[in-house]
C-alpha cells in the first residue's frame, strides 16, 4: 500500500486525545466507537479495496443517528479533526480512506429505508443502505435503482452518490445528478440541510444538491437519500458477442441503438486481454460462454416489457449482424443462471485485474473513435519498456481495457505482481496528458481521489479550480473534510 512518502500530515489538524474520545463516549454507545491505538487493528476501514491505499486511523465512529452525526461534525468542527467519511469503502481512486491520523465516519448504521412510494417511485433511504439491500427492496415493490454496479453487495447509496457512480446502465437511466431529488446532508459545522422532500420538478433557485453529488465527502455528509427509481422490467435478454476489431465494437454499437432502440439497456465492451485475465480468476467456477478466443467482445441486454416482441427484436438484430460477419461469434443467455453468468465475464474484471498483487487502475471518457487507442498506447509503452508480459520476472502482467461504450467511458487496468513507483512513473502522468490530448476526462465515474489530485488540471479550467476551492473554504472553513484528496 501507498506510504504518502512525498506528503506531510497538516499541523492544522489537532491529534486525537482522551478528552475527544469522552466526548464521543458520551454521545454514542458503546458499539458505535472503534478505537485501537494500533491502526492496523482497524484494517478494514483503513486500507481500500485494492489494497493500494493505507491509512493510520485509530478511531471509527459509527452513529446510529442523524442527529449523533451531526453532533459529532460540529464538535470535530470546533477541534479541528479531520473526517473522512466511509460508505461501503468500495471507492477505487483513495478517497474513502484516512491518509493519516483522520477519524473514519462510518455510514454504516444509518441503514434504514424510510419510504417507497409505488405510483411516482420515489424512494428514500438513509444513505448507509447497501445499494443490493435498496435494490432487492425494490424489486419486491415492482422497481429497482436506477444504477447498478459490480460492488453492489458492499457500496452504499449514500457512498455511489458521493462519488457519482456512473455504473452499467447509465446509457438507459442516466447519471445520479438526474436521478437523485434530494439529499439529506450534515454540513462540517453540524448543520442539517435537507431537501428530502424535493419533487420531481422543482426550479426554486440554485439545484444545491449537485454541489454533493460527486464531491467525494469534501463538503459534507450525506445521510440521506431521495431517489427516482424504475419499474421493474419484464423481460429481460443478454447476449455476449464476439467482433473482430475496435471499429466492430462501435459498428455494433451504432447497429444496436438503432435497432434495439428503447429496450436496449447496457452496451459493455471488453478486449481479449481482459477475459484472459478474469478466467485465470474465474473459469474454474464459470465456463466461458464461447469455445474460441476473439480481439473484443461486447455484452448487450435489453429490459423491456414484452418478452415476445424483445426475443424478436433481439433476434433479428442478431441474424443481420451475423449475417452480415460484424459479428463473428456469440450467445444469448437462455435463462436466469446463464444471464448472471454472462454478466459475471463483464462485472468480475475489476476484481480479476486487481488480484494479482496490484492494478494501477484509469477510469476515462474519450471521443468513441480514440476509446481504445489510449490501451494500445500503454501496451506498446510497456512493451518498449520490455516491462509486460507472461514470464514471471516481468513486472506487469497485462494492460487490459473494457467499459462503458455506451457512456464513452474506458476502464484500462494494468495489472501488475505488485505495486512499484517504477510502473507508476512509466504511466502517470503518460495517460493523463494522452487523454487531455485527445479532450478527454481524467475521471470519468471513479473522481479523483487522492490517486489524481495532481493531475485536476488536465480536464479543468483555473477557473473552475477556483471556483471549487471558493466553495471548499466558504462551506469547510478548517478543511476538516477528507484532506489530502483532489482538493
Ligand atoms: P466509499 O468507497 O466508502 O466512499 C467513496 C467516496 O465517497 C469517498 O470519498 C468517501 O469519503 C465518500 N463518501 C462515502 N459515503 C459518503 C457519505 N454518506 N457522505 C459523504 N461522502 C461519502 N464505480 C462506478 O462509477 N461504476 C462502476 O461500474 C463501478 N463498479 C465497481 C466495481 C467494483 C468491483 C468496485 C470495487 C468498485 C466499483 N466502482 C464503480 C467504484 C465506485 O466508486 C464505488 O463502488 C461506489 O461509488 C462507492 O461507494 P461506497 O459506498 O463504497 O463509498
Ligand atoms: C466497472 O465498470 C467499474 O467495472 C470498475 O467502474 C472499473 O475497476 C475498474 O477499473
Ligand atoms: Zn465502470
Not at 463483464?346 to 474519450?366: A, F, H, N, W
Request: glycine share 8%; aromatic share 8%.
Amino acid at each position: 500500500a501507498e506510504t504518502y512518502s512525498d506528503i506531510q500530515r497538516s499541523a492544522q489538524f489537532k491529534t486525537l486525545n482522551s478528552d475527544d474520545l469522552e466526548y464521543f463516549q458520551s454521545i454514542l454507545a458503546k458499539n458505535e466507537i472503534i478505537h485501537s491505538r494500533d491502526p492496523s487493528d482497524l484494517e478494514g476501514y483503513n486500507e481500500d479495496w485494492m489494497r493500494k491505499y493505507r491509512g493510520q486511523s485509530q478511531l471509527v465512529l459509527r452513529p446510529k443517528s442523524v442527529e449523533h452525526l451531526a453532533l459529532i461534525m460540529n464538535y470535530c468542527n470546533e477541534q479541528k479533526l479531520a473526517v473522512v467519511p466511509q460508505g461501503g469503502n468500495t471507492d477505487l481512486v483513495g478517497a474513502s480512506v484516512p491518509v493519516f491520523d483522520e477519524i473514519v465516519l462510518s455510514l454504516a448504521n444509518l441503514n434504514k429505508i424510510r419510504s417507497f412510494d409505488p405510483v411516482s417511485g420515489i424512494l428514500k433511504c438513509d444513505a448507509g443502505v447497501i445499494l443490493e439491500t435498496a435494490d432487492t427492496y425494490l424489486r419486491e415493490n415492482g422497481h429497482i435503482f436506477p444504477l447498478d454496479l459490480g460492488a453492489k453487495g458492499s457500496c452504499h447509496v449514500g457512498g455511489v452518490c458521493a462519488t457519482n457512480a456512473g455504473g452499467l446502465r447509465l446509457l438507459r437511466y442516466g447519471s445520479l445528478h438526474g436521478s437523485v431529488l434530494g439529499l439529506e446532508v450534515v454540513m462540517p459545522n453540524g448543520e442539517i440541510v435537507s431537501s428530502m422532500d424535493a419533487l420531481r420538478k422543482d426550479n426554486t433557485g440554485y439545484d444545491l444538491k449537485q454541489l454533493f453529488i460527486g464531491a467525494e465527502g469534501t463538503l459534507g455528509v450525506i445521510t440521506g437519500v431521495s431517489i427516482l427509481t424504475q419499474p421493474l422490467p419484464k423481460a429481460q435478454n443478454v447476449a455476449f458477442l464476439a467482433v473482430k476489431d475496435y471499429q466492430a465494437v462501435q459498428d455494433v454499437f451504432v447497429k444496436a441503438k438503432g435497432e434495439l432502440a428503447e429496450i436496449l439497456s447496457a452496451f459493455e465492451f471488453m478486449d481479449k486481454r481482459s477475459i484472459q485475465l478474469t478466467k485465470r480468476h474465474i473459469e474454474k467456477d464459470t465456463a466461458f460462454p464461447l469455445e474460441e478466443e476473439y480481439p473484443f467482445y461486447v455484452l448487450i441486454e435489453t429490459s423491456g416489457s414484452s418478452k415476445t416482441h424483445d426475443d424478436e427484436k433481439l433476434e433479428t438484430f442478431l441474424e443481420s449482424a451475423m449475417e452480415s460477419e460484424l459479428v463473428i461469434d456469440g450467445t444469448i443467455a437462455q435463462d436466469k443462471t446463464e444471464l448472471q453468468n454472462l454478466w459475471k465475464w463483464r462485472e468480475m474484471i475489476p476484481e480479476s485485474s486487481q488480484c494479482q498483487g496490484g492494478v494501477y487502475k484509469y477510469d476515462v471518457s474519450l471521443p468513441l473513435k480514440d476509446l481504445y487507442s489510449l490501451v494500445t498506447a500503454v501496451n506498446e509503452r510497456l512493451a518498449a519498456k520490455d516491462l509486460v508480459g507472461a514470464e514471471s520476472e516481468k513486472p506487469v502482467i497485462a494492460a487490459v481495457g473494457y467499459g462503458h461504450v455506451g457512456d464513452g467511458n474506458l476502464h484500462l487496468n494494468v495489472a501488475t505482481r505488485k505495486y512499484s513507483k517504477e510502473i507508476e512513473e512509466v504511466l502517470e502522468p503518460f495517460v493523463y496528458e494522452f487523454v487531455s490530448q485527445k479532450k478527454g476526462s481524467i475521471s470519468a465515474e471513479h473522481g479523483l481521489g487522492f490517486q489524481k489530485k495532481k493531475y485536476i488540471g488536465y480536464t479543468r479550467s483555473d477557473a473552475e479550480i477556483n471556483m471549487m476551492k471558493d466553495l471548499k473554504k466558504h462551506y469547510d472553513p478548517n478543511g476538516i473534510m477528507n484532506p489530502y484528496k483532489f482538493i
